[in-house]
């Protein structure tokens, strides 16, 4: 394409400093200085994905625990969801309060999602916060 005079015609390039990141599986807008810019305007920020994952791994643990199902088995082959997701899912019920109470109201640290606590993490409480960054 070849440059007009006309001025009608001209392009101008505006280059604007900001970045995505991931976050709960969805990408967000960062500022130029790393600040979250969805978090000016929401001062809470919830990662569905984990929340979801987490009102699983407790309602599973219902069911086991009242008889309804007998083990993750059971849920899996009754729910027709893969052995493996259950599996890492009910881990986290071996979260610390605190971590449970900071993922619910949304003040987890940044980079951390549900992808953190699929891999294996410290039994310990103190061990855990201090891994993941709480």
């Known amino acids: 394409m070849a440059l007009s005079q006309d001025k009608s015609e001209q392009k101008i390039i505006v280059h ?15 500022g130029p200085v ?16 984990l929340l979801k994952a987490l009102g699983r791994a407790y309602r599973w643990h219902k069911l086991i625990e009242t008889g309804h199902y007998k083990n993750a088995q059971a849920i899996s082959d009754n729910e027709n969801i893969n052995r ?15 971590v449970i ?18 891999k294996s993490f410290p039994a310990l409480w103190s061990e855990q916060e201090q891994l993941f960054g709480f």
Do not use: A, C, T
């Open 16 to 30: 604007v400093p900001i970045n995505l990141r991931k976050w709960g599986g969805k990408k967000v807008v960062v």
């Open 34 to 49: 790393g600040q979250d810019l969805q978090r000016l305007d929401r001062h809470i920020r919830k990662d569905e994905k």
């Open 84 to 98: 493996s997701y259950v599996l890492r899912v009910m881990r986290l019920m071996r979260l610390s309060p605190k």
């Open 101 to 118: 109470q900071s993922i619910l109201d949304g003040n987890q640290p940044d980079g951390f999602g549900l992808s953190s606590v699929e």
